[in-house]
């Protein structure tokens, strides 16, 4: 498991480290957040506890990425 602020930056560490080819994707259903507890969230759920913690707008459309948190 890779963690760090943002997707993207973790991204770029996996692609760094060689474990995946530059240009090459994460697949959405291993992308998502670790919690307070450092539970691992899919993006779904964690966007449910973003809303109930009153992170992100109730409005928020689609997938939660780690920018709309900031």
């Known amino acids: 498991m890779y963690t760090g602020v943002r997707h993207g930056d973790i991204i770029k560490q996996i692609v760094d480290l060689g474990q995946i080819d530059d240009g090459e ?11 307070e507890f450092g539970i691992w969230r899919t993006r779904e759920i964690a ?3 973003a809303l109930s913690a009153e992170q992100i707008s109730p409005s928020h459309k ?9």
């Open 47 to 49: 966007k449910l506890m």
């Open 62 to 70: 689609g997938t939660l990425y780690s920018e709309d948190l900031w």
């Open 25 to 35: 994707k994460v697949k959405e259903e291993n992308q998502g957040f670790m919690d």
